[in-house]
């Protein structure tokens, strides 16, 4: 399942030069399906809508660091673990468990976003 980032997050900044996915963002940030990713142009994402992947997006938080559920892959493909729950100091990178996927759901997602 993807992470999510809750309102006990200190806003540290320590957890997004870990993300493979740049699936993290700062509070009021907009943001990207494109951005750091190999998606551009209009895409179908896994749940089947069609976006435009260079569109910026409303941020999903104006207060906390947030994670954008699409881009998180629980760094399947890259890490044994999620990196943004290794190095928070306060862990509240917890699995969200509105947003369930198994692991080869994880990896066609990370293959998605990076055009593998
Ligand atoms: Fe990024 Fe990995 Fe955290 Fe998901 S679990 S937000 S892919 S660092
Ligand atoms: Fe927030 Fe944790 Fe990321 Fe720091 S590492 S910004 S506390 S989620």
């Given at each position: 399942?993807?992470?999510?980032?809750?309102?006990?997050?200190?806003?540290?900044?320590?957890?997004?030069?870990?993300?493979?996915n740049n699936a993290i963002y700062e509070p009021d940030q907009e943001w990207a399906y494109?951005?750091?990713t190999a998606l551009s142009g209009m895409v179908t994402l896994p749940n089947g809508e069609e976006v435009d992947a260079d569109a910026q997006n409303t941020p999903v938080s104006d207060e906390?660091?947030?994670i954008v559920t699409d881009k998180c892959t629980e760094c399947k493909g890259f890490h044994d673990e999620p990196q943004c729950a290794s190095v928070c100091p306060v862990d509240c990178c917890i699995p969200?468990?509105?947003?369930?996927?198994?692991?080869?759901?994880l990896l066609e997602k990370k293959a998605w976003l990076h055009g593998e």
């Open positions: 399942m993807a992470i999510i980032i809750t309102d006990e997050c200190i806003n540290c900044d320590a957890c997004v030069a870990e993300c493979p494109s951005d750091e906390f660091y947030f969200d468990e509105n947003h369930v996927e198994t692991e080869d759901m």
